[in-house]
C-alpha cells in the first residue's frame, strides 16, 4: 500500500531562512507522482510543485525545490528566503502508477509552516 | 476567470437528509476529485473521475456518491449524512486525466448533526 509520512507537525523559522519541509513516501510502484501543495490559513489549497519518479533532475518552480532522492524515498520541499506570506499548512501527496493506480492520490499529514518576522 | 467552483460553501444538515455538494470547473478539465479534510489526517479522497462516464473510489468512498454526466460538474452526494461525515470537503481538477497539478475549490464546510 501506498503511505507519505510528514514527520514535523509544525516548523518555526526566521524570515529570509531557508526551510525545508520533509516528506518520506512509500510505494511498490516504479512509475509514480510527489506532489506539495499550500494551505494558508484562508483555507484554499495551491499546487506548488510536481516530481516525476523517473525525472532525472530535481523540480523547481521559484523558490520552491523538491529534494528527491529515490533511493531514500524521500521528497522533501525547499522554501529559500522564506516570507511572512509562507506561513501556511503544507501538503505532500502522491500518485501512483500508470494504468493501475495513476488516477488515485493520497496525501501526508502537512506540516504547520510559521514565519518570524 | 478560469476556476473550480463549490457550493454551498457551508452546510449545516441533520442525520439522514440527503445533500448535494456540486462542483464545476470551466477548464476544460479531464480529471476532477473529492475530498474530505480532518484535522490530523490531511486529505483523504473520496471519489475521482478520469472523464465523462467514468468514476472511481478513492481511499474513503463510504457513504458517499458521485457521477461524471457531464465534464465541467462532479457532484457529490450524501444519500443519508451521518455526523462522521462532518468535515471540510474540497473539489479539485486537473488538465489531464491523472491527479498532475490540480486546481482546487474553496471548500464546502459541512456539519452533520
Known amino acids: 500500500a501506498q503511505k507519505i509520512t510528514q514527520t514535523q507537525p509544525g516548523m518555526f523559522v526566521q524570515e529570509k531562512e531557508a526551510v525545508t519541509l520533509d516528506c518520506t513516501y512509500d510505494?511498490?510502484?516504479?512509475?509514480?507522482?510527489l506532489f506539495w501543495y499550500k494551505q494558508p490559513s484562508s483555507g484554499e489549497m495551491i499546487f506548488l510543485i510536481y516530481?516525476?519518479?523517473?525525472?532525472?533532475q530535481n523540480a523547481t518552480e521559484g523558490r520552491y525545490s523538491l529534494n528527491f532522492q529515490k533511493a531514500r524515498k524521500s521528497a522533501n520541499l525547499v522554501i529559500s528566503a522564506s516570507q511572512l506570506g509562507d506561513s501556511a499548512m503544507y501538503f505532500c501527496?502522491?500518485?501512483?502508477?500508470?494504468?493501475?493506480?495513476?488516477?488515485?492520490?493520497?496525501f501526508g499529514s502537512g506540516t504547520r509552516l510559521s514565519i518570524r518576522p | 476567470e478560469a476556476q473550480v467552483t463549490q457550493n454551498p460553501r457551508y452546510l449545516i444538515t441533520v442525520t439522514g437528509k440527503k445533500l448535494t455538494v456540486t462542483c464545476s470547473q470551466n477548464?476544460?478539465?479531464?480529471?476532477m476529485s473529492w475530498y474530505r479534510q480532518d484535522p490530523g489526517l490531511g486529505l483523504r479522497q473520496i471519489y475521482y473521475?478520469?472523464?465523462?462516464?467514468?468514476?472511481d473510489k478513492g481511499d474513503v468512498p463510504e457513504g458517499y456518491k458521485v457521477s461524471r454526466k457531464e465534464k465541467r460538474n462532479f457532484p457529490l452526494i450524501l444519500e443519508s449524512p451521518s455526523p462522521n461525515q462532518t468535515s471540510l470537503y474540497f473539489c479539485?481538477?486537473?488538465?489531464?486525466?491523472?491527479?498532475?497539478?490540480?486546481?482546487f475549490g474553496p471548500g464546502t464546510r459541512l456539519t452533520v448533526t
Open positions: 477548464m476544460n478539465h479531464e480529471y
Open positions: 501527496a502522491m500518485r501512483g502508477a500508470p494504468r493501475s493506480s495513476a488516477s488515485k492520490i493520497i
Open positions: 516530481q516525476g519518479s523517473y525525472d532525472e
Open positions: 510505494t511498490s510502484d516504479q512509475s509514480y507522482g
Open positions: 473521475s478520469m472523464n465523462v462516464e467514468v468514476t
Open positions: 479539485a481538477s486537473s488538465l489531464r486525466g491523472a491527479p498532475y497539478e490540480q486546481y
